[in-house]
Each structure stands twice: as C-alpha cells, then as structure tokens.
C-alpha cells in the first residue's frame, strides 16, 4: 500500500472560516455593480494592496481564499493576514476568523493513501469551488452595455467639435476616454462586450493620432494609429480599419512620404465599404500618387474617387469631423492631385466647386479646416497662373485664423504658398511683396502666440 507523509497538528480539527465568507459576502464588490466580493476579486485586491506595501508579488489566488474558507488553512502568513484586514476593511484577525495559537504540537505523521473522508470531501469541495468560481467569473463584466454606448457617444462629440474648439483641451479629453477604455478592457466582459471596447478604445486612438498630426507630431500619431489598428483587429470593425489607414496615410502624407502614404490609402480601399471613407481613401490615393509622380495611377485613383462620389447620397460614418468626407472635401483633394500632375486649370476648377459646396454647408455641418486647405490650393493655383490679385484676395479669410486653429498642415500649406510665390511671381510686383509680406506676418504672429501660450 502507497503511503503519503502529511503534517497535522494534534488535537485541532479543521473547522470552515463561516467568518472570512461572511465579510467577504457583506463586501461589496468593486467590479461589479450590486453584486457581492467574489473570491477572485479579494485575491486579486490583496495582492494588489500587498503591491503598493511590500513591492513584492504574492501568488495569492482565488483558490487559496477558498481553501481558507473550507478551513484547510487555518491562519495564513501575517502579510497575507494584513492584505485580508485592508481590502475586508476589518481591525483585527479575529473579526475575519483567524485566531493565532502556537500552543499545539506540530507532527509529522504517516498517513494511508487511501484518504480518509474528510481528505476525500476536501478535495470533492476544492473542485466544486473552482467551478463555482469559474461561473461567477464567467458570468461577471466590469462594464455594461449604457457605458459602452456612452463612451461611443462621447468620441462623437468629440469628432464633431474637432477644429471648432480648441484642439489641446480636446485632446485630453480624448486622452481621458482611451485610458477609460483601456482599464475597462483589462478587467473582465463578454466577447461581444470586450469587441465594442475595442473599438470606442480604437477611435478614440485614431482621433489622437489626427490631432498629434495637427499639433505637428506626425511620428507621434503614427504610435496611436498602430494601437488602433490592433484594436480595429480586436474588434474586427472594417469602419475603424478604413478610417485608421486614412490616418496613416495623413500621418505619411505630411512627412513628405507619399509612398507610404499611398500604400496605406489603397489598403485602407481594402475595408472601405462604399460611402464616405471610399471617396476619402480614392481621393487621398489620387493625391498621393500624383505627388509621387505616378500620374497614370494616379488618374485611375481620381476616376474612382469620382465614381464613389456619385454613389454617395450622404455621408452615414459614425464619426464626423475629420472621419467623413463630402464631396466638397474630396474636391479639395481632387484639385491639389491635378495642381501636383500640373494641370493648373482643372485644379483650380475643382477647388473653386468644392469652395462653393462648403459655404453652401450649414455652420453646424462645415468643415472649416477643409475649407481652409481648400482655399490655399486655390491661392496656388492662382499665383502659379500669375493671378497675385486673385490669390490676395482668397487668402485673406485664411489669415484670418484664429490662433487656436493654425494646425500644422495649414501653416505647411501657407509656407508652400510663399514658396511658390518666391518663384514664380515677379520681384518687385507690389501685390506678390504684399502677399509675401502677410504671410510672414502669419507666420511670426503663430510663433508668438504659441510661445507665450
């Protein structure tokens, strides 16, 4: 016959702590609403309580809490006693069942294999409580479907507001509900649950990484666009996918990197279902292309731009500001990809139309950082015709720009102006000093405001 060795203490009898659970389940849990301290979350709060004290990992588990309760550990280490006090919220041991008494012996002796009964229902009890465990643990979320609704609701608000407030308040605040979203996520929810997270987590890094592109920081937004394609992954949402590669492609774009650029629109086509991120994706595709110097690809882009234009009735994505594209937006890029393929005419053309729609926009509808970038690709068309008087007098309302919405991209675009003006219009032509001259005025005004901001 097999023996085991087991050390007993002579004379106790291993009575269940009714106390330890009854506290527990007198606590409230802090996970879930109306619902009690599970095993699981007293362990995982002891040992986060002995973290912040000791600096030291404890493997306590929720099956160490339960054999503790079933009495097959009579009285825990001190530390493991003091984190049960802290996170129980008792004064003492004995208000959690654990009276300390060294005075019985401790022997070693030697036990049959076959076990006795108790051994037997402790091992019956042992496997029931982790499958009870299990349950409560599957059957519990740290977040319901009105949060998850909210946060949505919250990364619209923002995307509306986005270039009609002022961005840096807007980023925090856009900062605070990715951190919400990223705590959620590493408690415990349902799949489903856990793929809307996901997804509030993932738009919420992709309007960050738009705003470090208009705080200049595009190799900063480039960081928050690969942590929303992974959550766009997570959540196997095509929406976010497209939206995140147009993105990148932003984020590319302004780093003078238009291949890059290139690569992330066309596969951001891949996910784009047809409506406004198709006419966004073709369009920037077209642009950046062009910009390459790929101009039979590049009229193959703007085609299909032009088509998705004509199958978009109206723009459904669920964000707006920069995550939607109306056809006056995408005109905006159509033009700039033909004043980069050189066809001055049509640029201009097609910047004079997509100016028009936007000021036939309602207030509450317009995007103004679009229009503002539109405007400018017709202030260079103008001045590469040689039409300093018409380029005067479309950027007047550009200069006009309050200083909390000179983005980086609009001042690239106004230094692109005041190049191109340096090397085409005449040297002593009093209106092309005129335009030079409120450009630089533009631009040391910005310097200052953001010095003394």
Request: charged fraction near 25%; glycine fraction near 4%.
């Amino acid at each position: 016959m097999t023996h085991r060795v087991m050390t007993v203490t002579l004379g106790a009898v291993p009575e269940p702590n009714s106390l330890l659970r009854a506290v527990r389940e007198a606590t409230a849990s802090r996970q879930v609403a109306g619902a009690r301290m599970s095993r699981r979350e007293l362990a995982e709060a002891a040992c986060a309580w002995l973290w912040e004290t000791t600096r030291k990992r404890y493997p306590l588990d929720a099956h160490y809490i339960a054999r503790i309760e079933r009495g097959a550990v009579g009285v825990p280490s001190d530390h493991y006693r003091a984190a049960l006090r802290a996170v129980l919220g008792v004064a003492s041991d004995a208000d959690i069942g654990f009276a300390v008494n060294n005075a019985a012996p401790v022997h070693t002796v030697v036990m049959p294999h076959p076990a006795s009964a108790n051994t037997v229902e402790e091992v019956l009890m042992s496997a029931a409580d982790e499958s009870a465990e299990f349950l409560a643990w599957a059957e519990s979320t740290n977040v319901g479907e009105m949060t998850i609704e909210q946060m949505h609701a919250e990364v619209r608000r923002i995307a509306q507001s986005y270039l009609k407030a002022p961005t840096l308040p807007l980023f925090a605040r856009t900062k605070a509900l990715r951190d919400r979203a990223f705590t959620l996520l590493s408690g415990h929810q349902a799949p489903q649950l856990s793929r809307e997270l996901y997804a509030a987590a993932g738009w919420s890094l992709t309007v960050l990484a738009w705003m470090s592109v208009d705080l200049g920081r595009p190799d900063a937004a480039e960081d928050h666009a690969r942590a929303a394609w992974l959550c766009a992954e997570r959540a196997d949402y095509n929406p976010l996918r497209a939206w995140v590669r147009a993105t990148q492609h932003t984020a590319a774009l302004w780093q003078d990197d238009y291949i890059a650029a290139a690569n992330y629109a066309a596969d951001g086509l891949r996910y784009a279902a047809i409506g406004s991120a198709e006419l966004y994706l073709a369009s920037a595709l077209a642009l950046d292309l062009a910009r390459a110097g790929d101009e039979d690809r590049a009229r193959q882009a703007l085609q299909r731009a032009q088509d998705a234009a004509n199958r978009v009735v109206r723009a459904e994505d669920e964000l707006t500001g920069p995550f939607t594209c109306t056809v006056g937006r995408a005109g905006s890029l159509w033009a700039d990809a033909h004043l980069a393929l050189g066809n001055t005419e049509e640029a201009l053309s097609y910047a004079d139309r997509a100016v028009a729609t936007f000021e036939a926009t309602p207030a509450a509808l317009r995007n103004f950082g679009s229009e503002r970038m539109t405007r400018l690709v017709q202030v260079k068309a103008h001045v590469v015709r040689g039409d300093m008087g018409a380029a005067e007098h479309t950027l007047g309302p550009v200069l006009e720009t309050a200083p909390q919405h000179r983005v980086r991209p609009l001042l690239h675009r106004i230094a692109e102006v005041d190049v191109i003006a340096a090397q085409t219009a005449k040297p002593r032509d009093p209106i092309a000093r005129r335009v030079r001259g409120s450009i630089a005025e533009f631009q040391r005004e910005t310097v200052i405001k953001e010095l003394s901001a």
